[in-house]
């Protein structure tokens, strides 16, 4: 079945620097969508992309969605405590449900 | 418009004991989907209903099954519970079935098996 990869698993990181999680598919994806879930709380939706070779921005956070549509990426910009949490990354293919990357923890060091 | 709201917040079985959980969707959403999140293994997708029809099952045992009512609110249960089924069961709904849609969690149920 469907695979998603999301790497690093962890990832700790000195305020203000940038950071970036990397998620791979075994196989091509409709769309995919990134999630955050802070200590404590419950994955909460960021964005979606649909179309091959996409590029999202939402403040200091850029997605990308691979030419394939077999990867996608997350990157930030000068990292804030408050960017403190679990990445996901989680896509789909057809009508099947949303497979879940196990996700990037990021920590962020004041 | 409220969120999704999950049912008990946190509760404490014992193995061999079984469990209901439930979940009500934000409104007007007919899509309601479960997941069980572990620090091992992530979000595991368990069951989606749309409609009062499950739509897809994820990889799980005949212990887990769940339902859908009419007016969109889902209940899932787990019978004869396992140590290993100690897990925060994430509720999502979403306003359609299917791929592209953004699906909305609720904060869980944390489920503690003793």
């Known amino acids: 079945g469907q695979q998603v990869m999301q790497i690093p698993q962890y990832q700790h990181v000195q305020e203000g620097e940038d950071f970036t999680t990397y998620c791979n598919s075994s196989?091509?994806?409709?769309?995919i969508q990134w999630y955050k879930q802070r200590p404590g709380g419950h994955p909460v939706f960021l964005i979606q992309?649909?179309?091959?070779?996409e590029v999202k921005k939402q403040k200091r956070l850029t997605f990308q969605f691979g030419e394939a549509k077999k990867n996608s990426s997350l990157h930030i910009t000068a990292t804030q405590t408050t960017d403190v949490g679990t990445y996901f990354c989680?896509?789909?293919?057809?009508?099947?449900?949303?497979?879940f990357g196990k996700g990037t923890r990021l920590s962020v060091i004041a | 418009k409220a969120g999704v709201t999950q049912t008990p917040r946190y509760l404490i079985k014992t193995r061999g004991q079984q469990v209901t959980l439930s979940c009500s969707p934000i409104?007007?959403?007919?899509?309601v989907s479960w997941y069980q999140q572990t620090p091992g293994q992530g979000l595991q997708f368990l069951f989606e209903?749309?409609?009062?029809?499950?739509?897809n099952k994820g990889n799980f045992p005949g212990r887990f099954s769940g339902r859908q009512f009419s007016n969109s609110r889902s209940e899932m249960n787990v019978s004869t519970l396992e140590l290993g089924d100690s897990a925060l069961y994430l509720c999502?709904?979403?306003?359609?079935?299917?791929?592209?849609?953004?699906?909305?969690f609720g904060e869980g149920s944390w489920l503690t098996v003793v």
């Open positions: 196989t091509t994806l409709s769309n």
């Open positions: 989680a896509g789909n293919s057809g009508n099947t449900p949303l497979v």
């Open positions: 409104s007007g959403h007919r899509s």
């Open positions: 209903y749309f409609s009062e029809t499950q739509r």
């Open positions: 999502a709904s979403s306003s359609l079935q299917g791929s592209g849609n953004t699906i909305y």
């Open positions: 992309l649909v179309k091959s070779g």
